[in-house]
Structures are given as structure tokens and as C-alpha cells.
């Protein structure tokens, strides 16, 4: 099962037989085996187009930018509507306009969390420690009935995320993590597959998400992945709110002004009248 879901498409690299492993061991082969971090760090900007599907055949086309060091715009098309999460490096903004806002407002905590963590071009493994996170090697656990390297990762924040890795070629196959929505903690299930290489690095062309234990998940497949395009900064930027134009009164409605009223005219100072003696 776990061959279907793993497509590591052009990766000529051999197997490695299962030895005792460390944490610092898995990540450096993952590194290796998707390319090195030499071209992964050449890697300025990407530019992710695909489609999204979810329950009962429901579809939208998402673009997803990154670029360097941390910013990150998210589109979702859908029905002639795009709506927008954004993140440009300080603070992070939506547009809904399905909820009939058309305005850019801010990101809710969890909302926000969300969105720091894809502002993360190259993932959570890359450079681990320079970004304070703390990975951990737990040990073997199934994935689909095949045996995988479970590794707990730690953010500087708080959230915690379980990276299952491939036995063979070291690569992430499932993420589990675990979501606040409305109040509530919720675990989910990422599985990623169809590796391809872009620019030198191989990246995951497939994902699909859903709540653990439940049988509904979303898929998300992209078309193309472009590295190193030119993206401007203003891509990841609230847009100015959109001001109503000022509306002409009704004629009709509108009551005629009063004439300005004046003071009366006082007389004016006569001049004296000379007289001759």
C-alpha cells in the first residue's frame, strides 16, 4: 500500500538497510536523498498550482507562494471566488468574500499559528536547530502495514508534529498533527507522495488530509511546481481596504435650502452738512 501511495518518480538512489538509526541520521539522509541542502538553499521562491478536492467530489484550484526567509500567500479559487490567507513576514490577513467580506482582516490565533508554519519554505526538518526546533527519534511504527522511522518534532511554539519517514529512501510519507478549531483539539493525518524533482529538489506533488480515524479526507494535487519565480513583496501584503464611493443625495428627497437670510441695512453714516454763514 504504502508503494501506491509513495511515488518517487526519477529518484535514482539505492536502499538502505534498516540499521540502528538516530535522529540527526534520518534527517541528514532525507536531506541527501531530496537533493542536498545546496540546492534546496538555492531555492528562493515557490510556486505550488494544483487542485483541491474534497468530500463528495467538491473541487477549487489553489496557488500557494513561498519566499524567502518567511512569507507565504495562499489562494483558494472556487464558484469565480478566490479567497486568500497571507502571511508577509510580521503579520498574517484572509479575504472570505464566500462570507461576503471583500476587506482583508486579521488572522485568529489558530489561524495564525497555521500559517507561520507554511511560511517555512523548506519544512521544519531543514536546519532544525538554527529555527529552535527539536526533533526526536522514537522509534519504528506502521504506516499501512509497513514499518517507518517515527520522528516527534517540536516547535519553538509548542505544536508538536510526528513525521513517519520512509525506510527506504528517508523521505516523509504521513504527518500527524494536531489543530485547535473552535476551542476543540484535533489530531490529523497528512499523507504525501508523488516526489518529483523541482530545480534539484524533490518535492511531494500529492497530499491528503483528514481527521484521524474518520473516512473523509481532502486531497490536494498539484499540476506544477515552480522554484525561483519572480514574486513581489506586495504579493503577501494586505491589500488597501476598498473605499464605497460617495452616493449624489436624491433630489427628490431632499428638501430645497432656504435662501441665506441677511441682516437688515442700517443707514449709513450721513456726511456733515457744511453751511454758509
Do not use: C, H
Amino acid at each position: 500500500m504504502r508503494r501506491t501511495v509513495l511515488l518517487v518518480a526519477g529518484m535514482a538512489f539505492l536502499a538502505v538497510p534498516l540499521v540502528a538509526q538516530t535522529a540527526d541520521d534520518i534527517v541528514a539522509k532525507y536531506i541527501k536523498t531530496v537533493g542536498g541542502m545546496e540546492k534546496i538553499e538555492a531555492v528562493k521562491t515557490l510556486r505550488r498550482t494544483g487542485k483541491f478536492t474534497g468530500g463528495g467530489g467538491f473541487q477549487a484550484v489553489v496557488v500557494n507562494e513561498n519566499k524567502r526567509p518567511d512569507k507565504v500567500r495562499e489562494d483558494f479559487s472556487i464558484q469565480g471566488m478566490t479567497g486568500t490567507t497571507a502571511y508577509d513576514g510580521k503579520s498574517g490577513w484572509k479575504i472570505e468574500p464566500w462570507e461576503g467580506k471583500k476587506d482583508a482582516e486579521s488572522l485568529g490565533e489558530e489561524e495564525m499559528k497555521a500559517i507561520v508554519e507554511d511560511s517555512d519554505l523548506d519544512g521544519p526538518l531543514f536546519n532544525y536547530s538554527k529555527k529552535g526546533n527539536k526533533v526526536e527519534y522514537i522509534g519504528m511504527e506502521p504506516v499501512e502495514g509497513t514499518d517507518a522511522y517515527k520522528l516527534k518534532v517540536t516547535l519553538p511554539n509548542g505544536d508538536v508534529f510526528d513525521y513517519f519517514m520512509d525506510t527506504d529512501y528517508y523521505v516523509p510519507i504521513r504527518i500527524n498533527s494536531k489543530r485547535m478549531v473552535r476551542g476543540e483539539e484535533r489530531e490529523y493525518e497528512t499523507s504525501l507522495g508523488d516526489y518529483k524533482e523541482v530545480n534539484g529538489w524533490y518535492l511531494p506533488f500529492s497530499s491528503e488530509t483528514g481527521a484521524k480515524g474518520s473516512p473523509n479526507s481532502a486531497k490536494t494535487t498539484y499540476e506544477k511546481i515552480e522554484a525561483n519565480v519572480t514574486i513581489d513583496d506586495s504579493r503577501f501584503e494586505p491589500p488597501p481596504v476598498k473605499t464605497q464611493p460617495a452616493i449624489a443625495p436624491d433630489a427628490s428627497s431632499t428638501p430645497p435650502k432656504k435662501p441665506d437670510q441677511k441682516m437688515p441695512a442700517t443707514d449709513a453714516k450721513k456726511p456733515p452738512v457744511s453751511r454758509e454763514e
